[in-house]
């Protein structure tokens, strides 16, 4: 059953952590994204890979941090330099031949102690 | 700069009838669009896609149109039904990075 899966589904934080969000795919996708979305908005861009090793930042990258080590796996650090972090977090997946069509894991609620 | 947005907030409809869900967007480039559905603490869903060099596109029970003369692309449901309620975004693409550009989205409410 191929698809993306993200963990855990609630994330608690407490000030000055840090947490890490897990996002794993089976698409054999090239390309991965990690969105954020706020209540009643739409989806912006935290990174996004293209490929393994290689990482780029999107539009709110400050206070995130990810890595690329492999091809099925991009996490997501939420540090504690985000001072607004409580979000609707989304990974998504594309290929290389169909880049632009995204594919999105089920989300994963990070909310702040 | 360049902004993809939905005309309606929120919108309901009866049971059975056709729903119709509009979108603008600013960037006179984009060449992709897509539309996507999410339930409520779920990710978005794929509904169906469209390239600029189409004006239609159909997909079971939905249609997506757009006119690039005036930016405008819309989704259209056939016979909404309850399972059919959820925010519904659209999306755009544009350039060498092919990123999407999202709008807020547009709450669709089916009535009985």
């Known amino acids: 059953d191929g698809g993306i899966t993200q963990s855990p589904k609630y994330l608690f934080r407490k000030e000055g952590q840090n947490v890490t969000l897990s996002c794993e795919q089976n698409l054999n996708h090239d390309a991965m994204y990690w969105y954020r979305q706020d209540p009643g908005q739409g989806l912006r861009l935290i990174y996004y890979?293209?490929?393994?090793?290689?990482?780029q930042k999107g539009d709110i990258a400050e206070g995130y941090s990810v890595s690329r080590e492999k091809k099925e796996s991009f996490p997501l650090t939420v540090t504690s330099a985000q001072k607004n972090p409580t979000a609707f977090y989304l990974c998504?997946?594309?290929?290389?031949?169909?880049?632009?069509?995204?594919?999105f894991g089920p989300g994963t609620r990070l909310l702040v102690l | 700069g360049e902004s993809v947005g939905l005309h309606l907030p929120t919108l309901s409809v009866q049971e059975g009838d056709n729903s119709i869900i509009n979108c603008a967007y600013s960037n006179s480039a984009s060449d992709y669009f897509i539309w996507y559905k999410q339930e409520s603490g779920k990710g978005p869903q794929f509904i169906i896609d469209?390239?600029?060099?189409?004006d239609k596109r159909q997909g079971q029970r939905v249609t997506v149109l757009l006119n690039k003369t005036v930016k405008h692309l819309s989704l259209q449901i056939a016979a909404t039904q309850p399972g059919d309620s959820a925010v519904y975004f659209c999306a755009e693409s544009s350039g060498s990075a092919r990123q999407l550009t999202f709008g807020s989205g547009t709450q669709l409410t089916v009535l009985p």
């Open positions: 469209i390239r600029s060099n189409m």
């Open positions: 998504a997946s594309s290929s290389r031949q169909g880049i632009e069509t995204q594919y």
């Open positions: 890979s293209q490929i393994v090793n290689d990482f």
